[in-house]
């Protein structure tokens, strides 16, 4: 039973650039949210798709942006990539958004 | 601000010691989650405690909701080498938050 896979692993950017990350969510969930995670901090919680639809948000720019597709997959935009932006980008799905399980994340590098 | 507060930041201690970390709240949770977070993985879920002064056993590791509903404690029994990581406990009062964590190192 795959768990939450999310792709790339790393990634290196320079500030101003756009980046693209992907979520694929445990088998029979349905909900998407998607976490910021600063070294020695907590996860910071961004977004959260349900049916397609951003459900809740936290307190992110609209630079942070989203996509849930109808196989429950799920993107996350950053445009305009500024050094603070560095971070572990966590990706966590649920059904019906209940009992968390997190994908191993993604070490985005602004530089 | 954070919503929830977890205490001590860091915790090293040695092999066969128990421990107790606590995650402070001034805001009434339906129930809070506890996680273990190890280096370069995502945090994997422990235990949900969803009734005021439920206590829930896992092993050595014993979870307690407050009565209130504000605060929860993980008490880790004959801690071993193992137990190291992060440790984190989240909630959603309005939207899903997260404490800071505690760091534990636990040396043989």
């Known amino acids: 039973d795959a768990g939450v896979t999310q792709s790339p692993t790393h990634l290196i950017k320079t500030r101003g650039q756009q980046v693209t990350l992907r979520c694929s969510p445990k088998?029979?969930?349905?909900?998407v949210s998607w976490y910021q995670q600063a070294l020695g901090q907590g996860p910071q919680f961004i977004f959260q798709?349900?049916?397609?639809?951003?459900?809740q948000r936290g307190n992110f720019p609209d630079r942070f942006s989203g996509h849930q597709f109808p196989n429950y997959s799920s993107e996350l935009n950053v445009n305009a990539l500024l050094l603070g932006d560095s971070a572990l980008y966590l990706c966590?799905?649920?059904?019906?958004?209940?009992?968390?399980?997190f994908g191993s994340g993604t070490r985005l590098t602004v530089v | 601000t954070q919503l929830l507060e977890q205490s001590p930041q860091f915790l090293s201690i040695q092999e066969g010691e128990n421990l107790t970390v606590y995650c402070n709240s001034s805001?009434?949770?339906?129930?809070l989650q506890w996680y273990r977070q190890e280096p370069g993985e995502g945090p994997v879920l422990l235990v949900t405690?969803?009734?005021?002064?439920e206590v829930k056993k896992l092993k050595r590791l014993t979870f307690q909701f407050g009565d209130a509903r504000k605060d929860s404690s993980l008490h880790i029994t004959a801690a071993q080498p193992g137990d190291t990581g992060l440790y984190l406990c989240?909630?959603?009062?309005?939207?899903?938050?997260f404490g800071d964590g505690t760091t534990l190192t636990v040396k043989p």
């Open positions: 805001s009434v949770f339906s129930s």
């Open positions: 405690v969803v009734t005021g002064g």
């Open positions: 088998s029979g969930h349905d909900t």
């Open positions: 798709y349900y049916e397609e639809e951003e459900r």
């Open positions: 966590a799905s649920s059904l019906e958004g209940y009992g968390y399980t």
């Open positions: 989240g909630g959603n009062a309005g939207k899903s938050t």
